[in-house]
């Protein structure tokens, strides 16, 4: 492990070589393609430069993207025959994310790796080349609770960064990197984590969730409230539901492809199932099953929440719906306390 410190022009060369070698992608920002007339929109996307790294805004979309793509082809089908497609671009990948975020990788190396004993071949081949670089985040974001998740802090990151008005700081702990960074002058930089949130949630530390909250009147409010637009699954770290897709191909009933496509609890049709059958035809339902989820039965199988706090749910929800007030409720709820 060594430290290095840089002019930003400086940094700016070690970004650029870096960029030779490495698939670079980070916070970015998009003009003009926010969900308001005349807004920005700070996604994760392929960075060109120093410039081009958004870091005085929270990103609104997760970099779940680089390993679960939104619509991905798995393989092509021709008669009896498969192929599946390359990936676009075979580089390693190096992502410039937040400990949230490397905390949110944890969850989904969980679900896509280590559910139930069989490996998913398309996540793994994108997650194998990945490499994170953590922005050091002393300061929360509006929204954000990770304190609260045990998700501020993380040691999971190649090369850490602190990034000033005049200088960045950097700890490099994968070696394959310290040649990039080698010329910067000897620091002693140590990464530090945001302490404190101005959101604070109460988990439910509860080893089984009593069959009464599964019918509480909490639930009814997002019945109406709620109109099911699936923003908070999509901009969700750790949401990883998805639907496969057989597309035929016009000319012939043998040719095509699957596909898998983001899908999300509270999406219609998302439980249909064969038979005209449909379970949680109530919105309030879908809340209730995504927040069980989040803070109950992923512990239940992996022993940790699966919600980190990023607090991007409360970010992009059209109809202002708290998720972490909603934890809050089902925290209330169980001590007996009334419900608001
Ligand atoms: S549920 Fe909300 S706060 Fe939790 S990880 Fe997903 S988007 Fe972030
Ligand atoms: S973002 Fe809000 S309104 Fe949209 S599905 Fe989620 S909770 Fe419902």
């Not at 410190?5 to 670079?24: D, I, K």
């Not at 798995?74 to 192929?83: A, I, K, M, N, W």
Request: aromatic residues 14%; negative net charge; hydrophobic residues 30%.
């Amino acid at each position: 492990m060594a430290s290095f410190s840089f002019s930003r022009e400086g940094f700016s060369s070690v970004l650029e070589a870096l960029g030779g070698r490495y698939a670079l992608w980070g916070p970015k920002r998009l003009k003009g393609k926010g969900r308001f007339f005349g807004t920005d929109l700070v996604t994760c996307a392929p960075l060109e430069s120093f410039d081009s790294l958004e870091l005085g805004e929270k990103s609104s979309v997760s970099p779940k993207d680089i390993v679960f793509p939104p619509d991905e082809t798995l393989f092509y089908f021709t008669g009896d025959r498969f192929s599946e497609p390359p990936l676009e671009d075979e580089r390693e990948t190096i992502v410039f994310l937040r400990p949230c975020d490397i905390n949110g990788f944890r969850r989904l190396d969980a679900m896509f790796l280590e559910n139930g004993g069989t490996a998913d071949p398309y996540y793994r081949r994108r997650r194998e080349k990945l490499h994170f670089f953590m922005i050091e985040c002393r300061e929360s974001f509006e929204n954000c609770f990770c304190v609260s998740m045990g998700s501020n802090v993380t040691d999971n990151y190649a090369a850490a960064f602190r990034f000033g008005e005049d200088s960045v700081e950097v700890e490099v702990k994968d070696p394959k990197f310290t040649e990039f960074f080698a010329p910067g002058n000897p620091s002693s930089f140590a990464p530090e984590f945001v302490k404190e949130n101005m959101k604070r949630v109460t988990v439910p530390a509860v080893e089984e969730m009593p069959p009464e909250l599964f019918v509480s009147p909490l639930w009814d409010e997002y019945d109406s409230r709620c109109i099911a637009c699936g923003r908070c699954n999509t901009s969700c770290v750790t949401c990883t539901c998805f639907s496969s897709l057989d597309l035929f191909y016009s000319d012939s009933r043998s040719c095509g492809e699957r596909r898998r496509v983001w899908d999300g609890c509270h999406l219609d049709g998302f439980t249909d199932m064969a038979g005209g059958h449909s379970f949680r035809k109530k919105k309030g339902e879908r809340m209730r099953f995504k927040t069980f989820h989040k803070i109950y039965d992923f512990r239940k199988r992996f022993g940790y929440d699966m919600c980190v706090g990023c607090g991007r749910c409360d970010d992009v929800c059209p109809e202002y719906i708290s998720f972490s007030e909603c934890i809050n409720r089902v925290s209330e709820a169980l001590k007996g306390g009334e419900v608001q």
